[in-house]
């Protein structure tokens, strides 16, 4: 009896080293500290003349933020509480959310928690400046999901843009965009990073809010393993203040399916750092 005991003992303390070991918890705070290493540019603050460029409906949401006489955003930390739902119709998993991400070089990592049919799931998604891969493992252990590659890449590039025009207004003026004016409350983007270029419209209400971003460059990942370009929405809103910058706090998101939305994310923000 004595044996059996110290031989499950054993095994438990070889699987708890195996998932320490393995945790995609420990990865995203091992590449954020990395990446966190990397010597920023001089500190630069955005004025008048810096967003004079800029279609009308951009320039006002950017002073609506707070952006203007402030320092451009180089990085940020952010938590959310999230719900996101793997199909039409199927129970939310909820989680917390946390997600670094610095523009410059880019990176982006985005770490969820959540638990499906009872068991642990963690998500990571991280783009190293010119590549994506997204981790979806069960229990600690196991990759449901393990993927990268040029589809995967672009699609997170939409990521990038989409979180830039929401969580870092004052980088709206970055080199890499280019805008076309549609109206009065409308305006198109278009990013290009490394091979990749991509393209969203930008939706603002009355206020002068950012309240909706709209793409066709990212792509759904599908049951076999690829990624298939859908319309993309993230309808944002309840804007709040965040240490100065007011920025939009709670929404959506959605991929437009031939059969109608599906809202397969909703995200609250609950902290969020920038420098």
Request: net charge neutral; glycine share 8%; charged share 25%.
């Amino acid at each position: 009896m004595i044996w059996a005991l110290s031989i499950l003992a054993g095994l438990a303390l070889l699987l708890a080293a195996a998932m320490w070991k393995t945790s995609l918890t420990r990865v995203f705070e091992a590449r954020r500290a990395e990446a966190m290493t990397v010597p920023r540019g001089s500190e630069r603050t955005l004025s008048e003349a810096d967003i004079a460029h800029l279609p009308p409906p951009v320039r006002r949401y950017i002073a609506l933020t707070g952006s203007v006489g402030r320092p451009v955003v180089t990085e940020i930390m952010m938590h959310f509480d999230a719900v996101m739902y793997d199909a039409p119709g199927a129970p939310g998993m909820t989680g917390q959310v946390r997600q670094y991400e610095r523009f410059d070089t880019p990176e982006r990592l985005f770490l969820m928690t959540t638990r499906m049919k009872g068991l642990p799931v963690t998500v990571l998604h991280d783009f190293d400046r010119d590549r994506a891969t997204m981790r979806v493992r069960l229990a600690g252990l196991v990759n449901v999901v393990d993927t990268g590659g040029t589809d995967l890449t672009r699609t997170e590039t939409v990521t990038i843009l989409n979180d830039l025009c929401f969580f870092a207004p004052s980088r709206l003026v970055d080199p890499r965009l280019s805008w076309s004016d549609i109206d009065d409350r409308r305006a198109r983007v278009r990013f290009a990073l490394g091979v990749n270029t991509v393209t969203a419209e930008l939706v603002f209400n009355a206020a002068g809010e950012l309240v909706d971003f709209v793409s066709d460059d990212r792509g759904r990942l599908e049951k076999d393993g690829t990624l298939r370009p859908l319309r993309w929405s993230t309808p944002l809103g309840t804007y709040r203040d965040f240490n100065g910058w007011r920025l939009a706090s709670e929404g959506d998101a959605i991929w437009h399916l031939e059969d109608g939305p599906f809202t397969y994310g909703h995200l609250r923000l609950t902290q969020y750092d920038a420098r």
